[in-house]
């Protein structure tokens, strides 16, 4: 999704940003900013960027609601011989998930448009998890002092200078037996999964066995029947049992132009945690769940690995992630 094109300032700052936060120069390719691009010309911009050895990472802007029509346009030999760290989040899972199953491991979170061109500054959970995905390291992952779900609308001049509504979040949860368990991670945006296993796009369920569920909601407020009823499928597909560990981002619960009570927005929260909390308790009650990361739809956000190491402590409720 061409988000860079509508207010260049936003991809302009994020530009300088990057290349300021970790010294490296900055490639944009030509659909980056290109209003209603196709499939095949954003498959041949991300081919394109794996293939090139002068390109060391590469970073979505944002994510979208089609890059699953993408995929089929990959040159996949190329990306295969040249794998390298890719950051993004939301329908971005798409991509995560093709890469997952070619053994190449990626970085869950990150985007030019929303973490690094908008707002004051970088958030530091974000600009030091960046740095770790790139260089190497271990991180503990901790909670943030405040938190928001949308920032200031891109078309507003205040959006390059201010975030939006920033609260105290809730505590993270933590259910499932007392233990500690390192594996690596797999999952993304539900609504994406759902897309994924519709569209028979995820065929290594064996490779799931002793895994860490990366699980989010997107931006979209999302009803807890459905949610709980797609959590279901994934147990009754034989998903859950067979994984070590879930980690259940804090998901979104105020949008534009939808801002309820404080209140409101933390029973809503809750709700969902309790839904992965029970169903994992039916599916794999041996599973360690953590609700409410800082990860996914939410600022600041951790950047995370996927299909990279990740540990969770359910005796004493830490968590780190293991950027190799």
Request: hydrophobic share 40%.
């Amino acid at each position: 999704m061409a988000g860079p094109a509508y207010v260049p300032a936003i991809p302009q700052q994020a530009m300088r940003r990057l290349r300021e936060l970790t010294g490296r120069q900055v490639v944009e390719y030509p659909t980056t900013a290109q209003l209603h691009a196709s499939a095949s010309a954003r498959a041949t911009d991300i081919s394109a960027a794996f293939d090139d050895p002068q390109i060391g990472a590469i970073m979505s802007t944002i994510g979208g609601n089609d890059l699953i029509t993408v995929l089929t346009h990959l040159d996949e030999s190329a990306i295969v011989a040249n794998p390298k760290p890719f950051f993004g989040y939301s329908a971005n899972t798409h991509l995560h998930n093709w890469l997952w199953q070619r053994s190449i491991a990626s970085f869950y979170g990150g985007s030019t448009q929303v973490h690094l061109g908008t707002g004051p500054k970088v958030d530091r959970e974000h600009s030091t998890s960046l740095l770790a995905a790139l260089n190497g390291g271990d991180l503990e992952i901790k909670a943030t002092a405040t938190s928001e779900d949308y920032g200031i609308e891109w078309s507003d001049p205040r959006a390059l200078t201010h975030t939006g509504e920033r609260t105290l979040p809730e505590p993270w949860r933590w259910s499932g037996p007392e233990k500690t368990v390192r594996g690596h991670t797999w999952g993304g945006c539900v609504e994406v999964l759902v897309e994924i296993l519709i569209a028979d796009r995820f065929r290594a369920d064996h490779l799931l066995d002793g895994a860490i569920l990366l699980l989010e909601t997107s931006e979209e407020i999302l009803p807890p029947p459905t949610f709980g009823t797609w959590l279901r499928a994934l147990g009754e597909r034989g998903i859950l049992a067979r994984l070590a560990d879930v980690i259940f981002a804090r998901p979104p619960a105020t949008s534009f132009g939808y801002n309820p009570p404080l209140a409101t927005q933390a029973s809503y929260r809750r709700c969902l945690a309790e839904l992965v909390e029970a169903v994992m308790q039916d599916y794999n009650p041996q599973a360690v769940v953590c609700c409410g990361l800082p990860c996914g739809h939410t600022r600041p956000q951790w950047i995370l690995p996927y299909g990279g190491q990740v540990t969770l402590d359910g005796t004493r409720q830490r968590l780190w992630a293991h950027y190799r």
